[in-house]
């Protein structure tokens, strides 16, 4: 069945975080981390407590939530990470150039929209390793390049 991205973003770890994610009252699918290296690491719905947790060690991230039509639902998604971690994003900034950018944050908020379903940049910018930007910028033009 088809699948429409209701969330979508990098994150480089500094230090071991978990990411929590609330969500409707409707079973929904795994919240998935692809993980530099190449390991996956899924966070179950917690249907009772209404949320995705996910732990994630210091390492780069792609955080990916993919939704059929019956599981979708409206709405944005705040993702709280439990210590300040970066958020890396790659879309239109403005002025309308197209850049890979981090933020440190402890809160990022996506509204949830198929066609933009990242957290927009805040404005704590942060430098990247060269290692983890490149991956991050790759990895992060590829997925928007399967956007509707």
């Known amino acids: ?4 991205t ?4 990098g994150l480089n770890t500094i230090e071991a975080t ?7 009252a409707t079973a929904q699918p795994a919240l998935i981390a692809t993980c530099r290296d190449g390991s996956v690491i899924t966070a179950p719905y917690d249907l009772v407590a209404k949320r995705w947790v996910i732990d994630l060690g210091t390492h780069d991230y792609l955080i990916k939530l993919a939704l059929t039509k019956t599981e979708w639902f409206d709405g944005a998604l705040t ?8 958020f ?25 929209d ?21 991956w991050h910028d790759a990895t992060l033009r590829y997925e928007r390049s399967l956007l509707p």
């Open 6 to 9: 209701k969330l979508l973003f």
């Open 79 to 86: 993702i709280t990470a439990s210590v300040d971690t970066n």
């Open 88 to 112: 890396v994003y790659f879309g239109p900034l403005p002025g309308g150039a197209e850049a890979t950018v981090a933020w440190r944050e402890l809160v990022a908020v996506s509204d949830g």
């Open 114 to 134: 198929p066609k933009d379903p990242w957290p927009p940049p805040g404005l704590d910018l942060v430098t990247l390793s060269p290692e983890s930007f490149a």
């Open 1 to 4: 069945m088809a699948t429409e």
């Open 18 to 24: 978990t990411l929590t994610v609330p969500g409707p």
